[in-house]
């Protein structure tokens, strides 16, 4: 098996690893009802919904380009006879509280290649790369299932469980705090290190920031979001429309770095509160498991926990 660097002549290879974990294609109609339907009767938006970027090879090229103009890796597995099977994606960058972290954000391997070792390879290599770039640790967000192929690995540290959540804005909602608010955009992420990324870390705090700047036209270039900071609660916040959801359901997301983590409370109340006043019917953020009580007072309809697993690089 070969690792070498992703570059633009890999896309239609990376999509054919991808597609293969999708059984079907369905689309939406109007009235709510999903019907199954040939992979080319989907318009890209429809077929970035069944799993990003990564399925159709036009929005592949666009966010693969963004990722290597950034200076982030991406790295692919050959088989013996030359053929592309399995990708990575790693973003590194700096996270409170752990120094320099390499994230592996997307690593995938086509369906008949598997269990024949190009998954342990992208890793391995990743982690060799990490090392030399002096990065304190290698962490990802595993699904269930894979969990115990990142732990064979070595990476096996429970780092955070956390619980992304959709909250009604329908219902009577928590008084939301006073706080005054500058509205900018964020525009680097040297700020928002030094702080807890305490609502919406989905990735790692580096990574969910990242993602945010590399938009796709006709996707995502325009999310209706709100940037800013609230000098009274030192946080810089993000809200933007779901746009994995039928705009109908009127969905917002909402991501927040606070200073103080005693703090969390009172940005949900406030990013809730702003998010319903704009006119959203619900809000989808992600907490961690052991501050759940913040939920106290509002209704929450999804519920979906998820692990952050790492491996520490220096000793």
């Not at 994230?103 to 990743?126: C, D, F, I, M, T």
């Not at 700047?213 to 916040?237: F, K, N, Q, V």
């Not at 927040?256 to 809730?272: M, Y």
Request: with cysteine; charged share 30%.
């Amino acid at each position: 098996m070969r690792v070498r660097g992703a570059h633009l002549d890999d896309v239609s290879a990376i999509c054919r690893a991808h597609l293969s974990e999708v059984p079907r294609w369905t689309r939406s109609r109007e009235n709510g009802e999903v019907e199954e339907v040939r992979y080319e009767e989907l318009t890209l938006f429809q077929r970035w919904l069944h799993g990003g970027p990564h399925m159709s090879p036009e929005l592949c090229a666009v966010h693969l380009n963004h990722l290597l103009l950034a200076g982030q890796t991406a790295l692919v597995a050959e088989d013996e006879e030359g053929r592309v099977v399995g990708e990575i994606e790693v973003i590194e960058g700096e996270v409170r509280d752990l120094g320099r972290t390499a994230h592996v954000s997307v690593l995938n391997v086509e369906a008949p290649a598997r269990r024949k070792g190009a998954g342990r390879a992208l890793v391995e290599e990743v982690e060799a790369r990490a090392r030399e770039n002096g990065c304190a640790w290698l962490t990802t967000r595993p699904a269930d299932d894979a969990v115990p192929f990142y732990e064979r690995l070595g990476i096996s540290r429970r780092l955070r469980r956390q619980v992304e959540v959709v909250i009604d804005l329908e219902r009577p909602l928590p008084e939301p705090p006073e706080a005054s608010e500058i509205v900018s955009p964020l525009d680097e992420y040297r700020p928002l290190s030094t702080r807890h990324m305490l609502l919406g870390c989905t990735q790692s705090p580096f990574q969910n920031w990242q993602l945010r700047r590399w938009t796709l036209a006709g996707i995502d270039e325009d999310l209706s979001a709100e940037e800013g900071y609230l000098p009274d609660l030192d946080m810089y916040y993000r809200l933007e429309r779901a746009i994995s959801s039928p705009p109908a359901r009127r969905e917002a997301g909402a991501c927040a770095w606070v200073g103080d983590r005693s703090l969390g409370p009172l940005a949900l109340r406030w990013l809730a509160g702003k998010a319903s006043g704009t006119g959203y019917a619900a809000l989808r953020t992600a907490i961690a498991e052991e501050e759940e009580a913040w939920l106290e007072g509002f209704q929450v309809t999804e519920r979906s926990p998820f692990l952050l697993l790492g491996k520490a690089l220096t000793t």
